[in-house]
């Protein structure tokens, strides 16, 4: 395989190797095995984009795991769990809504937003900032919240899990409507590559087909 090699000026065969590579991250010195792509002429690394952020997920990873730091798909869980979309998840913590989501994308967490979420794992905790803080959050979510601390079965996660599932991205809900026997769920769905966002209405009524209508807002 042959690459551009920044200090060759020109094409190279390149090599793979294994190798220990140190990083300091808050003032901890973190060591984890990376494959690097070098040139083979003149040992220049290679990296991709990519490669580089492999590497920087594994370095925060092994951080994560000598810090005792909750991880990514922990996060997610804690919040889903009651089912507060990331935006309500945020107003109960005193956080940022981009917060949590670069929490739950990879991005490494305060120590102290750590200890807070972390919190959150007992329900009583969430009982509490719902006393205190549950203002924030809309009636419907609240209720959400409230029926998921109940143990009550959320009756609209298959038709969320599908909406995510039809566009690829997660959903963000944002209302739900009941007309009798129908069901009606507004979300709304992040599009990374133009930077807007669609407003999504799902439909769902007994032994009918489902259908989407969107907008671009």
């Known amino acids: ?106 991005g490494l967490q305060d120590p102290a937003h750590d200890t807070a979420i972390r919190a959150c794992e007992r329900s009583g905790v969430i009982r509490d900032l719902l006393v205190r803080r549950g203002t924030l959050l809309s009636e419907w979510q609240r209720q959400r919240v409230e029926e998921a601390l109940a143990g009550q079965p959320d009756p609209n996660a298959e038709v969320l899990e599908r909406l995510g599932e039809s566009t690829g991205y997660a959903c963000r809900e944002r209302s739900v409507s009941v007309p009798g026997s129908a069901v009606s769920i507004t979300a709304d769905l992040p599009v990374p590559w133009c930077g807007s966002v669609l407003t999504c209405k799902r439909f769902r009524a007994p032994r009918s087909t489902s ?3 969107m907008r671009t807002s």
Do not use: W
């Open 1 to 106: 395989m042959t690459a551009f090699c920044p200090t060759c000026e020109d094409y190279r065969e390149t090599k793979v190797v294994e190798r220990e590579e140190t990083y300091d991250v808050r003032g901890r010195r973190i060591t984890v095995p990376v494959k690097a792509e070098l040139c083979a002429a003149c040992g220049e690394s290679l990296g991709s984009d990519t490669e580089d952020q492999t590497i920087l997920d594994a370095v925060h990873a092994e951080y994560r795991r000598q810090a005792d730091l909750l991880t990514p798909e922990r996060i997610k869980e804690v919040r889903k769990q009651y089912r507060l979309s990331q935006k309500s998840f945020a107003a109960l913590l005193g956080m940022s809504e981009a917060t949590i989501n670069r929490y739950e994308q990879g």
């Open 211 to 213: 259908f989407f209508s």
